[in-house]
T-cell receptor, first 115, second 112 residues
C-alpha cells in the first residue's frame, strides 16, 4: 500500500517552455501533497504544500507564479514549471499524505533538464 | 526554526560490520521523527516514524531509537543491498502544516 507515482520520470525541454509534472496517489486518498526539489548530493527542499481544493502554500523564496501547483482531486496534484530556465533543472519529488496519518509517501521523482 | 543534523555524512562498512547513524534535531515541539531510505535517482522510501523519547522500532536489520535530542539508526550485520542514503526528518507539532524538515543524509556504502 501507499504507492505514489510521478509522470514523467524525466523530461528535457527548451528554455522558455513550460513543463507539467503529475503526482498521483494510487491506492489511497491524499488530502495533502508536497512538492520538493533536490539538487545533486543535497537533501530535499520543500517547495510547497497543497491541500485538495485549496491554494498551495509556498515556502519562502519559491516563486508561486513560476511553480504552479494544482491539487484538483484527492489522488492527483500537478506542478507546472512555467518559462523554464536552465537553473530550474533539478530533481522534483512529490509526496502524499492521507487522512488520519502523518506519514508522507514519496513518488519516484522527475528529472527535469532545461537546455 | 527546526534543524536536523545527520552524521556522519558518509559511512563505509564491510558486509556484516554493524554500526549506527546519528540524527540530532532541534524542534520547538516534536510531532514525529521520520527515517527514510533513498536510492540514487529515486524518491525516499519510508522506514520508520518515532514519536516519543524511549521509543524503538525495528525492521529487518534496522533499528531506530529516539531521545529528546537525537535519533539513532542502528544497522546490524549490513548487506550490500543496504547501501543507500538514509534521511532523517522532523515534523513540528505546531500548526496544521505537516511539513518535514530533512537533514542532509548519511550515504552508507556496504562492501561485500
Amino acid at each position: 500500500g501507499a504507492v505514489v507515482s510521478q509522470h514523467p520520470s524525466w523530461v528535457i525541454c527548451k528554455s522558455g517552455t513550460s513543463v507539467k509534472i503529475e503526482c498521483r496517489s494510487l491506492d489511497f486518498q491524499a488530502t495533502t501533497m508536497f512538492w520538493y526539489r533536490q539538487f545533486p548530493k543535497q537533501s530535499l527542499m520543500l517547495m510547497a504544500t497543497s491541500n485538495e481544493g485549496s491554494k498551495a502554500t509556498y515556502e519562502q523564496g519559491v516563486e508561486k507564479d513560476k511553480f504552479l501547483i494544482n491539487h484538483a482531486s484527492l489522488t492527483l496534484s500537478t506542478l507546472t514549471v512555467t518559462s523554464a530556465h536552465p537553473e530550474d533543472s533539478s530533481f522534483y519529488i512529490c509526496s502524499a499524505q492521507g487522512t488520519h496519518t502523518d506519514t508522507q509517501y514519496f513518488g519516484p521523482g522527475t528529472r527535469l533538464t532545461v537546455l | 526554526e527546526d534543524q536536523v543534523t545527520q552524521s556522519p555524512e558518509a559511512l563505509r562498512l564491510q558486509e556484516g560490520e554493524s554500526s549506527s547513524l546519528n540524527c540530532s534535531y532541534t524542534v520547538s515541539g516534536l510531532r514525529g521523527l521520520f527515517w527514510y531510505r533513498q536510492d540514487p535517482g529515486k524518491g525516499p522510501e519510508f522506514l520508520f516514524t518515532l514519536y516519543s523519547a524511549g521509543e524503538e522500532k525495528e525492521k529487518e536489520r534496522l533499528k531506530a531509537t529516539l531521545t529528546k535530542k537525537e535519533s539513532f539508526l542502528h544497522i546490524t550485520a549490513p548487506k550490500p543491498e543496504d547501501s543507500a542514503t538514509y534521511l532523517c526528518a522532523v515534523q513540528n507539532s505546531g500548526g496544521s502544516n505537516y511539513k518535514l524538515t530533512f537533514g542532509k543524509g548519511t550515504l552508507l556504502t556496504v562492501n561485500p
